[in-house]
């Protein structure tokens, strides 16, 4: 179950961004944002410990509470699987429409101390983009959705904070082809199915990989899965 962000931090999340296109998600745009929102700084320290880097981080999670709740109220159950990927992945990116905050986020999360933080911030988007569609998996194809979505998103949002067409009209054109790259590779994985020594191959090892299970929610062990034996 997603958290809801401390509604202190988001306060002075908001209250960062004017700062972020300057400053980036720096100490300097953390000041500034404690005396916006009327914090000290002593007593935003107390939510927000690491400054700036937590408010980058509410930041992103802030666009996925604003994905969840907008695609909801979506009527696109009709569509197919990969089609309501596309919408989501697409509003996801739409809905974080300050973009100069997003290449900041990209530039601190990059950096190698962050970068694991980071990687799992796009996991986090990936695996509720996969909710948000209804998936069930419950073996370890859970764990390969998330991890291809999370190629496409991040690749996506790297092309989109390059993009210069009007509507972003280019970005759409380049997601529409990771997902058909996509389509492809698991074509291809029902192809060679149909051969007798990859069919028996695959077997093998699909029989350990069914053992590999998704997270059990329901215990916080901060551990990705477990193994069914």
Request: net charge positive; aromatic share 12%; proline share 3%.
């Amino acid at each position: 179950m997603r958290r809801p962000i401390d509604p202190k931090i988001l306060k002075l999340m908001k209250a960062a961004l004017p700062n972020v296109a300057f400053d980036g998600w720096s100490n300097s745009t953390f000041v500034a944002a404690c005396t916006e929102a009327g914090f000290s700084e002593r007593k935003a320290r107390l939510f927000c410990p690491r400054g700036a880097i937590d408010l980058a981080v509410a930041f992103h999670k802030w666009g996925d509470d604003q994905l969840e709740t907008t695609f909801k109220k979506k009527k696109i159950s009709q569509l197919k699987v990969r089609e309501r990927i596309r919408k989501a992945v697409e509003l996801r990116i739409k809905l974080a429409s300050d973009k100069e905050a997003v290449r900041r986020g990209v530039v601190l999360f990059s950096l190698p101390i962050h970068a694991f933080e980071g990687s799992c911030l796009i996991w986090e988007t990936s695996d509720l983009i996969w909710e948000l569609v209804g998936d069930n998996s419950e073996d370890y194809n859970w764990y390969s959705k998330r991890t291809i979505l999370s190629a496409v998103y991040g690749s996506t949002v790297l092309y989109w904070l390059g993009d210069n067409s009007e509507g972003s009209e280019e970005t759409w054109q380049f997601l529409d082809r990771r997902i058909e790259d996509v389509m492809k590779f698991e074509n291809a994985k029902v192809q060679l199915n149909k051969f007798k020594f990859t069919r028996g191959l695959n077997s093998l090892t699909g029989n350990f990989l069914k053992k590999i299970k998704k997270p059990n929610r329901k215990f916080d062990t901060n551990l990705p899965g477990y193994l069914d034996t």
